[in-house]
C-alpha cells in the first residue's frame, strides 16, 4: 500500500507532539494533524505541573521516592478500582519521562516542587516552558504538521488502521496514534460520559474552554471502528463559586464550607485532587461558602492562596473587589445574623449556629478538632455582616471516559483485541486515571508517558508493516 506517512497524529497536544519527537527519533516520516490553528492543546493552558517520582529534581530536594511507593498511594487513594497495570506504567515511566523533558529544556525549579495530591511526598513538578518546549523539539526533529484540520474518520482495511479522513482527503499511513485530547467542550459527550458534570447544567463547563476542539473527537473515531470506551462517569470535578469561568481549582481557606445540612463536612484548604469529590458526595452536590465582614475585608486582600502552583495565574473569583460587586448585585448572598443567612440559604438555623460556633471556638483554639484544617490563617464567622455563596465542584478539570489501550498504547476493541495500526494518548484514554484523580500533574504525566510509549510503538510498527 502506497504511504503518505509512515505515522499520522491526531492531535497536536502535548501527548500528540511527544509521540511524534520519539517517532521521528526511530527515524519514520511524522505529520501531525490538528483540528485547532495553534498547537499544544489542553497542555499549553494547563498549569504545565507534571506529577512524577525518583526525579532529580525530588533528588536535589533531598526527597527519596520510588515507583512502588508513587503506585502504592495511586492505588490506595483510587480504592484499586482503576487500571493497575497502567498505573504501574506511568509510576515506572514518569520519571524517565521528567528527565527528557529537562533534556529538551523544559525547566522544574526545585524550590517549586510540592505536594499536589493528598500524598506526603512532593511529585508535582510546576514546570516553565513546557509547551513551547515541545513545540520546537518536535520542529527541530523534522515532525510535519497540519493546522486547522480536523480528522473525521479512520481508514480500515482487512481489520487494521491504515490512514485518517481529514476534510475531504484521505491520507496513508503505517499506523495512526490518537491524542485528540478529552471531551470538556461537548455538552452531548459530558450528558452521555459524564453525568455528574452534566447534572450541574448552566454551571459545567471546563477549563480548556480556550480549546474550542477539546470535543471527543478521539472516542468518536474510535468507536466507529469497534474501540471499546472505558471510564464512563470518571474525571476531575474543580470546585467554583459560579460567579465567573475562570480556572478556578482551590478553594480560599478563609471560608467555612456546610453542606445543605448546615454542617461542615470537609478541610476547606484539601488538594483539589479531592474536593470536587467531597462537594459532589453531599446531599444535592452543593455547598455553601460562609464568612463573615472582618474575612471578607482582609483574607480576600491576601492574594497568597492565589496561585499555589506558581503557573503565573490568579483566582480572581474569590478578590476582594469581585465580591463586593457580587454582593451588591445579589449573587453573594448577605445577611445581618447567622439566623438570617440560613433562612436565606435554605438550611436550617440552629445546626448552622452550632456548626459556627464550633467553628469559631476551634480558631480561637488555633485548632481545627473535626478535620484539622492548618489554622495558622484562620478567620472566625463572627462579626456581621455575614455572608454564603454557593460552591459547585463542576469545572471540568479532566475527562476520564475514552480509549482503552494495552501497555504498548495499542487501542482496544470491546472484546480486549488489539486494533491494528491504533494507538493512543493523553486525555483521550479512558484507562489512564480510574475513579480517582491522584494529583495535580496527572494530565501531563499521562499525555508524556503514554505518548512517548505511543510514538516509540508505532513507529516500530511502521516500520515493520512497510
Not at 471527543?216 to 459560579?242: H, M, N, Q, Y
Not at 495558622?376 to 455572608?387: Q, S
Request: hydrophobic share 40%; proline share 4%.
Amino acid at each position: 500500500m502506497k504511504r503518505d506517512f509512515d505515522l499520522i497524529i491526531v492531535g497536536g497536544g502535548g501527548a500528540g507532539l511527544a509521540a511524534g519527537i520519539m517517532a521521528k527519533k526511530a527515524g519514520v516520516s511524522v505529520m501531525v494533524l490538528e483540528a485547532d490553528t495553534k498547537l499544544g492543546g489542553a497542555t499549553a493552558l494547563s498549569a504545565a505541573v507534571m506529577y512524577a517520582c525518583n526525579t532529580s529534581v525530588q533528588k536535589a530536594r533531598s526527597i527519596e521516592d520510588t515507583p512502588d511507593a508513587m503506585f502504592n498511594y495511586m492505588m490506595t487513594l483510587a480504592g484499586w478500582d482503576t487500571y493497575p497495570r497502567n498505573m504501574r506504567i506511568l509510576c515506572e515511566q514518569s520519571g524517565p519521562a521528567l528527565e527528557w523533558l529537562i533534556e529538551l529544556g523544559v525547566q522544574f525549579p526545585k524550590n517549586y516542587l510540592l505536594c499536589s495530591g493528598v500524598d506526603t511526598v512532593p511529585r508535582g513538578h510546576p514546570s516553565m516552558g513546557l509547551a513551547d518546549a515541545l513545540i520546537n523539539a518536535a520542529g527541530a526533529a523534522g515532525v510535519e504538521y497540519a493546522l486547522g484540520t480536523r480528522v473525521d474518520k479512520l481508514l480500515v482495511k482487512n481489520g487494521r488502521v491504515v490512514g485518517v479522513s481529514a476534510n475531504g482527503d484521505e491520507l496513508r499511513a503505517g499506523a495512526v496514534i490518537v491524542t485528540t485530547g478529552g471531551f470538556g467542550n461537548s455538552p452531548e459527550m459530558i450528558k452521555e460520559f459524564y453525568p455528574t458534570a452534566a447534572y450541574h447544567g448552566d454551571w459545567t463547563y471546563s477549563v480548556h474552554m480556550n480549546a474550542p476542539f477539546i470535543l471527543g473527537d478521539g472516542i468518536k473515531l474510535g468507536r466507529a471502528i469497534g474501540a471499546a470506551i472505558v471510564g464512563e462517569d470518571t474525571g476531575l470535578l474543580l470546585p467554583t463559586s459560579g460567579l465567573g469561568k475562570w480556572i478556578e481549582a482551590f478553594m480560599p481557606p478563609w471560608i467555612m464550607l456546610v453542606n445543605t445540612q448546615a454542617q461542615r463536612f470537609m478541610d476547606e484548604s484539601a488538594p483539589y485532587a479531592v474536593s470536587g469529590y467531597l462537594i459532589n458526595g453531599q446531599p444535592d452536590k452543593h455547598a455553601y461558602a460562609i464568612f463573615d465582614e472582618p474575612t471578607l475585608e482582609i483574607a480576600s486582600q491576601d492574594m497568597r492562596f492565589a496561585d499555589p502552583y506558581h503557573s503565573g495565574t490568579a483566582m480572581p473569583t474569590w478578590e476582594y473587589n469581585l465580591l463586593r460587586q457580587s454582593i451588591a448585585n445579589g449573587k453573594i448572598t448577605k445577611a445581618d445574623s447567622i439566623a438570617e443567612l440560613a433562612r436565606k440559604i435554605g438550611v436550617d438555623a440552629e445546626t448552622l449556629q452550632v456548626t459556627v460556633d464550633n467553628y469559631n471556638a476551634d480558631c480561637d483554639k488555633g485548632c481545627d478538632s473535626v478535620y484539622f484544617k492548618d489554622m495558622d490563617t484562620r478567620f472566625p464567622v463572627r462579626k456581621g455582616p455575614f455572608y454564603a455563596r454557593e460552591v459547585r465542584a463542576c469545572v471540568i478539570g479532566q475527562t476520564g471516559a475514552g480509549l482503552n489501550v494495552n501497555e504498548r498504547a495499542q487501542v482496544l476493541d470491546e472484546h480486549g483485541k488489539v486494533i491494528p495500526g491504533l494507538y493512543a494518548a493523553g486525555e483521550v484514554l479512558g484507562c489512564g486515571v480510574g475513579k480517582r484523580y491522584f494529583g495535580g500533574g496527572m494530565g501531563i504525566c499521562n499525555a508524556m508517558v503514554f505518548g512517548r510509549i505511543a510514538g516509540n510503538e508505532a513507529a516500530a510498527e511502521a516500520i515493520k508493516s512497510a
